[in-house]
């Protein structure tokens, strides 16, 4: 897709979301592509309200733009009555709870129907995440899987990550500081609501930190995608009146300032987003380099096969010192803390070289099946090498 596709999609989302002036020009879009686009970022349905008042758009666009926002608008029907059954089984059982992300960023968008929903992701702290396994089986969720950060349960198409922590952090000072500030998320919540519905959610302070940080853990392996820079860009303009110098001196002290202008100032540049008073002055390469690599990665798992080969390449960014810029060396090390989380049976390190040549055998198979999207591994290393130099510059929890 070419600049004009990507300017006209982000103008289209600077309309929905802050009023922005439409372009007056339809003709020669390649609107296809510029659809296919907005789906791997999930932001087709913020597109509606603009492409129906241009003149010139293909009916049929209009007509699937239409379309994405009424299932959008089902769909998190669905997730915010499924959400509301669960955080009332978990007050009835005296587990304190928030919602992150999901509907406490949707509720803060002009029309919140129309942002896509994605998995429901709910806090209820390490000491608590066996009462709240009990409350997600009695209300009909399947378990699925134990990580890290959350456990995962699902009832039909709807995916519910029951969080023992709100993100991971590296062992950086301020890494560490944030990882230790943001376990008392729950000692103060506030509420939200959309669509009539209330549900608890963090206050401003932990909210920021929580949104950075999930956008951080993404943009440190595939990326992130147009549809978390919206939900930035949202947040921090609906709560611009509460936040202050406290909460700026705060994300200094988390090592999230710098990112938080980055993308802070992206927002303002490229969807029309308000001047932010609080943020940092930031060079305009940096924050071109920032959005450059947010359009081309999509919607998380609608990343393209390098992408998602090059973040196996890449530092492991919750190192207290920088890692190594060699790619060969960033895999055996992926392969080995891969090895660790899938295989926990394997403690010797005489595991390492063997899993490091059964995990590219894996994924070719499963390419071969179907199941994965091909990559080329020299265009992989490339863009490893690429993403490591602008994650640098970003200067993550530094």
């Known amino acids: 897709m070419s600049d004009r596709e990507d300017r006209m999609l982000l103008a289209l989302l600077a309309y929905e979301l802050f009023g922005g002036a439409l372009p007056e020009d339809a003709d020669g879009v390649d609107w296809p592509g510029l659809m296919q686009k907005a789906n791997d970022h999930a932001v087709t349905a913020l597109l509606y309200s603009g492409v129906k008042e241009m003149e010139g758009v293909p009916e049929a666009i209009v007509g699937r733009a239409r379309g994405m926002a009424l299932q959008a608008s089902i769909c998190s029907e669905r997730v915010l009555n499924e959400q509301a059954r669960i955080i009332a089984l978990l007050t009835e059982g005296g587990i304190p709870c928030a919602v992150l992300k999901g509907t406490s960023v949707a509720c803060l968008y002009p029309h919140p129907e129309v942002r896509l929903p994605g998995d429901v992701d709910i806090l209820v702290g390490e000491e608590k995440l066996d009462a709240a396994d009990a409350v997600m089986r009695a209300a009909g969720f399947s378990f699925e899987q134990d990580g890290e950060k959350h456990r995962n349960y699902r009832k039909a198409d709807v995916l519910v990550e029951v969080h023992r922590v709100t993100s991971l952090f590296p062992y950086t000072e301020k890494g560490q500081f944030a990882d230790a500030y943001m376990r008392a998320a729950l000692d103060e919540t506030a509420t939200g609501c959309m669509g009539g519905v209330s549900f608890p959610m963090l206050t401003v302070k932990f909210q920021l930190v929580a949104l950075l940080a999930h956008m951080v853990q993404h943009m440190t392996s595939s990326g992130i995608g147009l549809r978390q820079l919206c939900d930035w860009a949202v947040t921090v303009h609906q709560l611009r009146g509460s936040i202050g110098q406290e909460d700026v001196e705060l994300l200094h002290r988390c090592g999230l300032l710098r990112y938080a202008s980055i993308v802070t100032r992206a927002?303002?540049?490229?969807?029309?987003?308000?001047?932010?008073?609080?943020?940092?002055?930031?060079?305009?390469?940096?924050?071109?380099?920032?959005?450059?690599?947010?359009?081309?990665?999509?919607?998380?798992?609608?990343?393209?096969?390098?992408?998602?080969?090059?973040?196996?390449?890449?530092?492991?960014?919750?190192?207290?010192?920088?890692?190594?810029?060699?790619?060969?060396?960033?895999?055996?090390?992926?392969?080995?803390?891969?090895?660790?989380v899938q295989y926990p049976w394997a403690k010797s390190p005489l595991w390492v070289p063997i899993f490091s040549v059964y995990f590219p055998l894996r994924w070719v198979i499963r390419v071969m099946r179907g199941q994965r999207k091909g990559a080329n591994p020299i265009k992989s290393m490339k863009t490893a090498q690429i993403r490591e130099k602008l994650l640098r510059e970003m200067e993550l929890y530094r």
């Open 267 to 340: 927002c303002e540049k490229y969807l029309g987003l308000p001047a932010c008073g609080w943020r940092q002055d930031v060079p305009d390469e940096l924050v071109d380099a920032t959005m450059a690599d947010i359009l081309e990665v999509g919607n998380f798992y609608a990343q393209q096969g390098e992408r998602t080969l090059s973040s196996t390449m890449m530092s492991n960014r919750r190192e207290a010192q920088p890692g190594s810029h060699n790619p060969v060396v960033n895999y055996f090390r992926y392969a080995r803390y891969l090895m660790e």
